[in-house]
């Protein structure tokens, strides 16, 4: 069976500090990879999604960005985090090919990030 | 923009009793529906999948779909204070894009 692993659960870092956040997925290959915020109250917003390695496709202009430097690994990263990016981040996986389009996203556990 | 619309409620039942939820979506072309389940705190978690019309039922759970009217909804029976969270339909792009539309949510609160 297929799992996701995203860390860390919760993370505190201070105004224009650098972010790293990772996603794993196992027991399925080439899937499509996605990564989303919730801000509290809030609907989800994607921000990037990656159909292969190498290959992102932004949502949302903003500080952040993603890469995927292996099959079933995704990384949202930044360079100096502003208050703005508090949220709840989450990373989804679906099957990918030709008929992930139409697949349900599983999502893991999210992180939960506090800009001070 | 392809919208998928919920009310977001809250959307109070008593216990035992049928809460109705209700998703439009703008995409005339879309063919997959889901919809997720996201208590307080935690990830969205896939409860109901979707594909034609009709009804689909799973435990005290019951999806309709009416692609006609573009009209999704879910149905939850006997509901339990357990069931209280927020409920997010999702619906997949109809031009081969790769990533869900989803909704804003709506709020359920079964009051015991």
């Known amino acids: 069976s297929q799992t996701i692993h995203q860390w860390p659960a919760t993370l505190v870092q201070p105004v224009g500090s650098p972010l790293s956040l990772e996603c794993t997925v196992e027991?399925?290959?080439?899937?499509?990879l996605y990564w989303y915020r919730q801000a509290a109250g809030r609907g989800l917003q994607l921000l990037f999604y990656?159909?292969?390695?190498?290959?992102i496709s932004s949502e949302v202009p903003q500080n952040l960005s993603a890469s995927r430097p292996q099959d079933r690994q995704f990384i949202l990263s930044s360079k100096k985090l502003l208050l703005s990016d508090s949220g709840f981040y989450l990373c989804?996986?679906?099957?990918?090919?030709?008929?992930?389009?139409?697949?349900?996203?599983?999502f893991g556990d999210g992180t939960r990030l506090s800009i001070l | 923009q392809k919208e998928v619309e919920q009310n977001s409620g809250p959307l109070s039942v008593p216990e035992g009793a049928i809460a109705s939820l209700n998703c439009t979506y703008s995409?005339?072309?879309?063919?997959?529906f889901f919809w997720y389940r996201q208590y307080s705190g935690k990830s969205p978690e896939l409860i109901m999948s979707?594909?034609?019309?009709g009804d689909k039922e799973d435990g005290r759970f019951t999806a309709q779909l009416n692609k006609a009217s573009q009209y999704v909804s879910l149905l939850i029976r006997d509901s339990q204070p357990s069931d209280s969270a927020t409920y997010l339909c999702?619906?997949?792009?109809?031009?081969?894009?790769?990533?869900?539309?989803f909704g804003k949510g709506t709020s359920l609160l079964v009051t015991p």
């Open positions: 995409d005339r072309v879309s063919q997959s």
């Open positions: 027991g399925t290959s080439n899937p499509n």
């Open positions: 979707i594909y034609s019309n």
């Open positions: 989804a996986w679906t099957k990918g090919g030709a008929g992930g389009s139409n697949q349900p996203q599983h």
């Open positions: 990656s159909v292969g390695i190498g290959q």
């Open positions: 999702a619906v997949t792009p109809g031009n081969s894009g790769y990533a869900l539309n």
